[in-house]
């Protein structure tokens, strides 16, 4: 009895040569799977993927030619076996372990067709190099100030009047035309205006006081380590402007303001405002970056005297070299410009807002600044009637050298106006070249 052999089961679209690894019950075969199907936009199925594990032949530069009968190709998204067939690695694939694709036929050398273009690079973000971020060439960060050495300056109020100076100043006051000379102020001076500041116990003009202050100003400017810097300088002309307006507000005479007038509520133009803000004179600072105020008054347009504010304490003290004593309510008439017109400009300012972190300054709750008389004692008095302006001036200097040590009397006033005279002399320059 013959037994009939089974025939074999050939499994449809399967390749003859893979027959074997059916008949092994200890391999599985696993349908292989299209990367396209899945990521059609990374992989493409009509282009074969050449082994990742076998080197690719090299080929001679300039011999390109394409080879692509080797390769299968099947139409895109058909998974039913038309794919070249694959096996995997004995062992098979476990978790952690990646597979290697192996192809059928062996492939000599492939150019795909189409390649993937890389990944385009992010604009770069264009940086200033040092040389281009220097304080020098970039206008957003601010310039280091440029130290300069300080000439060699002593002061010395004693010291005789420079040979060279007072030679050239006698020389200009014997041999002058006519020639006018500019010291820095809106109209040029000749010789009588020169001759007027020497000669003692005349008065001096505003001109001459403020002639005189500019200098002052420009050596508390250049040499900061001798003359105070957080001390103003005003001119001769603000105590005038403040007086003319009190007396038009407030009336001729007045100790006190009017009732209708509020101090904190005052409008206050901006060109009022350009004293306390430091705008004028040339060579002031703000106020609330200063602790004291020199401000010369022509007291009832006659006698000059030095009021000296003190914005740490709101006070003023009056600095008179008027000999002969005067009644401190008649004093107290004449500098009530200053006693509330100050305290109602500096809050119009914002004193006390813009005042730097632990500097001193005076409380809110003062709505006036009192007044205090210095002693006769500690302060030079005149014997002469003339030489009040020359007095204040020798004041203001001391002052804003921080003295406080008044060591002059009236009898050097004749060799002090003359060197004030040659240094106003010195420090102008011909009106016509000018």
């Not at 080797?70 to 067939?85: A, I, K, L, M």
Request: hydrophobic content about 30%; proline content about 8%.
């Amino acid at each position: 009895m013959e037994i009939e052999e089974e025939p074999q089961q050939v499994l449809p679209d399967q390749p003859v040569h893979s027959q074997e690894l059916v008949q092994n019950t200890s391999l599985q075969h696993t349908p292989p799977v299209d990367p396209g199907a899945e990521h059609p936009f990374i992989y493409s199925t009509e282009t074969e993927i050449p082994s990742l594990s076998a080197p690719k032949e090299l080929t001679p530069a300039g011999d390109r030619r394409r080879h692509s009968s080797n390769v299968q190709r099947t139409p895109t998204g058909d998974t039913g076996g038309h794919s070249p067939s694959t096996h995997r690695t004995s062992g098979g694939n476990t978790r952690g372990q990646s597979s290697s694709l192996q192809l059928s036929h062996p492939v000599d050398h492939i150019e795909l067709d189409w390649i993937t273009p890389p990944l385009q690079r992010q604009d770069r973000v264009r940086r200033a190099g040092w040389q281009q971020r220097t304080p020098y060439t970039d206008p957003s960060r601010p310039k280091r100030p440029r130290i300069r050495p300080q000439p060699a300056h002593v002061w010395a109020p004693h010291a005789l009047i420079d040979p060279d100076h007072l030679a050239a100043y006698q020389a200009y006051k014997r041999n002058s035309t006519g020639e006018l000379r500019d010291v820095d102020l809106l109209e040029p001076v000749g010789v009588p205006w020169f001759q007027r500041f020497q000669t003692n116990s005349m008065e001096l003009e505003d001109t001459h006081m403020d002639a005189y202050l500019h200098i002052l100003r420009k050596r508390q400017r250049y040499y900061s380590t001798v003359y105070g810097p957080r001390i103003n300088i005003q001119d001769s002309q603000f105590y005038s402007w403040l007086l003319n307006d009190w007396e038009r507000l407030m009336g001729s005479g007045a100790d006190k303001p009017r009732r209708s007038w509020s101090m904190f509520k005052h409008q206050w133009s901006a060109e009022d405002l350009a004293v306390v803000r430091g705008l004028v004179p040339v060579g002031t600072k703000p106020w609330n970056e200063v602790d004291v105020v020199l401000i010369p008054c022509n007291l009832e347009r006659t006698h000059w005297a030095l009021a000296s504010v003190d914005l740490t304490t709101g006070s003023i003290y009056l600095m008179d070299p008027f000999r002969q004593e005067v009644p401190f309510r008649h004093r107290k008439t004449q500098l009530a410009c200053l006693r509330y017109f100050l305290p109602s400009m500096l809050h119009a300012l914002d004193f006390h807002g813009r005042r730097r972190r632990g500097d001193m300054t005076y409380t809110l709750q003062n709505k006036l600044f009192p007044l205090n008389i210095v002693s006769r004692d500690r302060v030079p008095q005149q014997d002469r009637g003339g030489n009040c302006g020359a007095h204040t001036l020798r004041l203001i200097e001391y002052l804003a050298a921080n003295r406080d040590t008044f060591d002059w009397s009236e009898n050097e006033m004749g060799i002090i106006r003359e060197k004030m005279a040659v240094e106003v002399y010195c420090n102008s320059k011909d009106w016509s070249s000018s």
